[in-house]
RNA sequence: GACCCCGUCGUCUAGCCUGGCCCAGGACGCGACCCUUUCAAGGUCGAGAUCGCGGGUUCGAAUCCCGCCGGGGUCACCA
């Protein structure tokens, strides 16, 4: 049931690359905005000047275009930015003032910090203590003005009621004195402004939601939704961060884990539809619900999410391979074979030998270059004498075989192996390490046929000329 | 410390609301075997959770109630 009433954000804060965690919620918000055909907004809070760069706001516009979650509203466009919309705070926060529902404080700071010390030594929660309250002063930081008794319920969509005592909130700093305003603050007025109906975001904001409601109550505005998703750990458990290693979006894609394995894995990482394990994206979008999102914290585990990326491989034609692993072959400083549907059909016999772009290319070196050396222990085994023979009759029939392809290959190879006496593993071993180097390829008939037959020839020469010397 | 959230195989989870179908199912990873020109892929099988702990309710509890314990998060004129 489509409801295109149904608003929601994601509000990044471009202070380096887009994290993990921060995806999942970006991806939680948009599944659940296009599962009910509503908008999926993008934000910028970047009041934090000095850690907010463009180049960072670049990061995070290249990660969520790279898994496809494309927003509605947002950059571009102006106006999505926070320190676009001061005046907006402005004015909000002096409704609130002439409502009596905030009040200048100028307590300094330093007084402030040793009431906080003193109540840590009494083991309690440091609340301000509400000196200014009836002061009535003109000028300093404006304080929300929070009831003393009673509490507040947040309906959390995943959590379900979460009960708040008045008793441990306090009246929170809404605009600080040298006049901008504060994270919580331009939060709720954003979210008001932009008439967001659900706030789907991390477990990490759960405590700050009621000093929220009261001030979304203390404007007289409807109080929306939330829903918070518990947080991706590290495997010690504690919230994940790069100490646990890659958690940027950007270090998944440059070690060349797929945009589609990235947007799976991350939505069965707290989200579980039955067993179901692979959806494709239609499918997220028609199965996600904000109800099935776990309340509990989850480990983040890359073998898993390597196992996504394998799978997708598997599943991705020879084309978009090679379009896609075009960047990694020329990262890895080796040459992009001219003959694109050449290197397609090169790269499906690689797929489902590698879980990530940079795998797909160090698996497939040999087609992009010769041999450098030869594996020892094999080469030990297989350039003997009698492997020189071998490889004589070998070259001889790759000349013959007309036309040159795997079948044609492998017909003749299987014919000099009985000839010979030999099983076919030690023709095809002996050939493959001649080729590749190495032990362990794709079929080999098939190698041989996407070489071609005069880079075959080359490489079979070179071995011989090593057995020689 | 106070407050809040969370607690099912190593990991992600199903089941919990509406107790019995669960001496707990699936997936990743791990092991074995089969297939096989190698490596993979694929197939089959397997090990792996006394459902955090302790009480209680009940004929019967992972599921309901109470109490603990453990982990995490939040407590800024940071975002």
Redesign the pocket.
Known sequence: MPDAGIRVRFAP?P?GHLHVGGVRTALFNWLFARHHGGTFILRI????RSRSTEENLGFVLDALTWLGLDWDEGPPAPGYR?TERFDLYRAHAERLLRAGRAYY?????AQ?EAE?KAA?AR??????SGRCRDRGLAA??LRLRIPDEGSTVVHDLI??P????HR?L?D??LV???G?P???F?VVVDDVDMRITHVIRG??????TPKQVLCYEALDYPVPQFA?A??I?GP????LSKRHGATSVQAFRDEGILPEAMVNYLA?????H??Q?IFTRQELIERFDVK?V??????F?R??L??FS??YL?MTDGARLAAMAIPFIERAGLPVPADRARLAAMLETLR??AKTLVELVEVGRFYFERPREYEPKAAEKFLTVDGAQRLQRLIELVQAAEPFT?EVI?TAVRALAAELSL???DI??LA?LAVTGR????????VLALLGRDETLVRLRAVQVAIAR
């Open positions: 804060s202070t809070e970047d009041t934090d926070q404080c100028d307590c300094p700071p402030l906080r840590e083991k309690e929660t440091f609340r301000y300093g930081a959590h379900g979460v009960v708040f005592e441990q306090d929170w700093i600080r004195t040298d901008t504060t994270y919580n331009c477990n990490d904001h759960l405590s700050n918070h518990s947080m750990l010690d458990r504690s919230r069965r990482l707290g989200w579980s039955g067993d394990e099935d776990a309340s509990s914290g989850a480990i585990d073998t898993k390597e196992w394998h799978e598997k489902e030998r795997a492998e099983k076919l593993v095809a071993q493959r032990t362990a390829s794709p079929p080999i008939f098939q």
